[in-house]
């Protein structure tokens, strides 16, 4: 009997078991139907679009001109390879490799000079009680609202050979290295200033509650506190310096005269000589320092450690009569050069034939007399800023929000947000030239763009495509991830969130990407120097091209149109965030 029972328990209890694993499995089936129902959702379905797309984009217009240069550096004129024969004559050139000289130089020494300044100019608005810090915050960005050519023309009027200051250099040529150098000393200086502002403002005010109560002198506390709390944004800026200058081709070729740098060689090469392999060989050059750089801040960004956390005391600095007012003397100084260069800019603009007669008028603003496109070239850069702004802003904030908040196909992602980073790296002129040797081939199905207005918009926002994404990113990761969690839970469609919530919650920093690009549509020459036609002609190429032929007056009319139209979108764009923070982002205060 005993056995018996025994027997039907074990009967039982294996049925049991049986009936549990055969649940099991058909709750792990139906999870595995749940995922894969999730996976070809309706949003799901949008995502993976929109991201094949935007790496379709990505890989014509970013790695396709890359590829396409790349290859031309081993051919020759005639498109046979060569290896790596262009290579060996350009380092047999004396010339070509005095400019790799010339261009490390010089951007050695800018780099240092803007370090110094800029980190001066940013202590002073971050630690300082020092009156007027709305209008040095101003004064300090001014020069990133003008075109790198605006600065070489006053050079010109200031330092020139009848320039009304040129016993201030002592005998010695602007002409030359002291030329570029000073240009672009003041066209790097407020991307420095930016960096570090914000570096500085995040201190714990601890710190240096703990070194006054150890009776530790201001300077040591400098060295041993301020110092190593902001060198991450130091070194972030020095290398963003140093990439901006051997990058740079505006000032080089308006004051540089006979001191070559790579950028300007590639001009030479491209537009001089028609020597196309040699000037993709000195883009490979010119691409390798850019590249370096940026490396260099990718490895420090990563070592980067948050000092300021939610038991952080945001730092307030305390009146102190002497340092407010060295700051306030050096901020005055450096305010007053930034001034000098853009006022010289404006009267040369004004006065009617520098330096015979000195008469003002508005004579040099009559573009039509001066060259056959008139006034077209300042149209065509309000309608390739417009276009860069409006479709630029919606490709990388799209983009952006795919790589954040998408919620499938990680790996599409992270290759999209690897891809997103390398424009940062290229020069302007090299993906310029790479856009020549990709496009303007008969071959690619894709060359009716070549010479039209709208592979100037598709160069454009490439070329400043990561700043854009980066920022969008910085806004959304800003965002509770409860949003989505929530959305996702109540099976609400994530594009809906993306127009009630995401969109009205990022405007301010949407706002921000467009002025970002509209500015510097309206400002680059390097990357669009080689892509425009007759009828699509920019205004910075208009500057470059009256410099060249020796109106000098015109093309500083030009440049400061430039600057003022820069203005006036950054003054609206000033007005319209407060409209839009006092409607959208209540919800930030507390």
């Known amino acids: 009997m005993e056995i018996a029972m025994n027997a039907n328990t074990n009967a039982i209890s294996n049925v049991t078991t049986n009936e549990r694993t055969m649940a099991t499995r058909q709750s792990s089936l139906s999870q595995r139907l749940t995922v894969f129902k999730n996976s070809l959702s309706r949003d799901n379905i949008t995502l993976g679009v929109i991201l094949m797309m935007l790496l379709i984009i990505m890989g014509i217009f970013v790695l396709g001109p890359m590829f396409a240069m790349l290859q031309k550096s081993v051919m020759n004129n005639q498109g046979e390879f060569v290896g790596l024969q262009n290579f060996a004559n350009y380092f047999s050139s004396p010339a070509l490799w005095q400019s790799l000289k010339n261009t490390i130089n010089i951007g050695l020494i800018v780099t240092v000079f803007v370090g110094f300044l800029a980190f001066g100019y940013a202590y002073a608005l971050t630690r300082s009680c020092m009156p007027f810090k709305g209008l040095f915050n101003v004064l300090g960005a001014a020069p990133i609202l003008a075109p790198s050519l605006l600065p070489a023309i006053s050079l010109i009027y200031l330092f020139g050979n009848q320039g009304i200051a040129k016993e201030l250099l002592m005998g010695n040529s602007v002409y030359g290295p002291i030329g570029i150098a000073i240009g672009l000393i003041f066209w790097t200086f407020p991307h420095a ?101 940026f490396s260099v801040d990718r490895r420090v960004k990563k070592k980067q450690q948050g000092l ?98 998408g919620r499938a196909f990680a790996p599409i992602r992270n290759l999209l947000q ?60 800003q965002l509770p991830a409860e949003v989505e969690a929530i959305s996702a839970s109540i099976k609400m469609p994530q594009y809906k969130v993306f127009f009630k919530v995401t969109l009205p919650v ?82 930030r205060n507390r």
């Not at 080689?530 to 009828?535: C, I, M, V, W």
């Not at 410099?547 to 979108?569: S, Y």
Request: neutral net charge.
């Open 193 to 293: 200033v930016m960096i570090l502002t914000t570096s500085l403002k995040t201190s714990d005010a601890r710190l240096y509650e703990a070194a006054k109560a150890l009776n530790t002198s201001s300077i040591k506390t400098f060295f041993i506190v301020t110092l190593p709390a902001a060198k991450y944004g130091l070194i972030s800026a020095l290398i963003v310096v140093f990439t901006l200058v051997v990058c740079d081709f505006g000032v080089p070729k308006v004051i540089g005269g006979s001191y070559n740098v790579l950028a300007t060689d590639i001009f030479k090469q491209v537009v001089g000589q028609q020597n196309f392999s040699m000037g993709a060989v000195t883009s490979v050059i010119l691409l390798a320092p850019a590249i370096l750089a």
């Open 308 to 405: 300021f956390d939610s038991r952080s005391v945001a730092y307030t600095p305390e009146p102190n009569k002497l340092r407010d007012g060295l700051c306030f003397l050096f901020c005055s100084l450096i305010s007053l050069c930034i001034l000098a260069v853009i006022g010289m800019a404006f009267y040369g603009s004004l006065v009617t034939f520098w330096p015979w007669n000195l008469t003002l008028s508005l004579n040099n603003y009559n573009f039509a007399q001066f060259s056959t496109y008139g006034w077209a070239p300042y149209f065509n850069s309000i309608q390739l800023a417009s276009n860069v702004a409006m479709f630029g802003t919606i490709v990388i904030f799209i983009g952006a929000y795919c790589v954040e908040k």
């Open 418 to 477: 690897m891809i997103a980073i390398i424009p940062m790296a290229v020069p302007g002129m090299v993906l310029g030239l790479g856009y020549i040797f990709f496009f303007n081939n008969q071959a690619n199905p894709m060359s009716v763009l070549y010479g039209t207005m709208a592979i100037l918009v598709i160069n454009t926002v490439i070329h400043y495509y990561t700043v854009g994404h980066m920022t969008a990113l910085t806004a959304l990761k």
């Open 506 to 587: 990022c405007l301010p920093a949407v706002f921000e990407i467009a002025v970002y690009m509209f500015v510097n549509a309206m400002t680059t020459t390097s990357a669009i120097v080689f892509l425009y036609a007759t009828d699509t002609m920019p205004a910075s190429v208009s500057v470059l091209n009256m410099d060249d032929a020796g109106q000098t007056g015109p093309a500083a009319a030009m440049a400061v149109m430039i600057l003022l139209t820069a203005a006036l979108v950054k003054l609206t764009h000033v007005g319209t965030i407060q409209l839009i923070e006092r409607y959208t982002q209540a919800w």
